[in-house]
């Protein structure tokens, strides 16, 4: 006899290295991370999640996903849903496209220094 209990698995939240892997290509995933930058194009926004191991990319395409993009904040910790696609152009070689997005929690104020630049202008101790 098998019980039916109700309680329905979660999906495990992956890293990284495991989306880069290549094993999850094509298969709905979730993540959670920073948010590291937004990059709106119109119809389309690229989100770019922070790790501890790296970063990834995110799609946002209007109409696909189940939230409004103006709630997505830089530095917002996020726990995205979506499906893996191979992308040469995207870090790492595999980006997701976006289903779902919950914010998790968002910062008290704006960051003094853009944190997501490459190269800051600033002296050593305003970055310190």
């Given at each position: 006899m ?10 495990e ?19 959670n ?8 194009m119109g119809d ?5 999640l922070?790790?501890?191991?790296g970063?990834?990319?995110?799609v ?5 996903t189940?939230?409004?993009l ?10 995205v849903l979506g499906v893996v696609?191979?992308?040469?152009r995207?870090?790492g070689?595999?980006?997701v496209?976006l289903k779902?997005l919950?914010?998790l929690s968002?910062?008290a104020?704006?960051?003094?220094i ?10 050593l101790?305003t970055k310190?």
């Amino acid at each position: 006899m098998e019980f039916v209990t109700g309680v329905k698995k979660k999906k495990e939240l992956i890293g990284v290295k495991e989306l880069i892997s290549g094993v999850f290509a094509d298969q709905e995933v979730k993540m959670n991370g920073a948010v590291h930058t937004i990059r709106d194009m119109g119809d389309v926004a690229f989100i770019v999640l922070r790790r501890s191991e790296g970063l990834v990319q995110c799609v946002y395409e209007t109409g696909k996903t189940d939230f409004d993009l103006a709630d997505v904040k830089e530095e917002a910790c996020v726990e995205v849903l979506g499906v893996v696609y191979q992308e040469e152009r995207a870090p790492g070689g595999y980006e997701v496209r976006l289903k779902r997005l919950k914010v998790l929690s968002e910062p008290a104020e704006v960051m003094p220094i853009a944190i997501s630049k490459w190269k800051l202008n600033t002296s050593l101790d305003t970055k310190l």
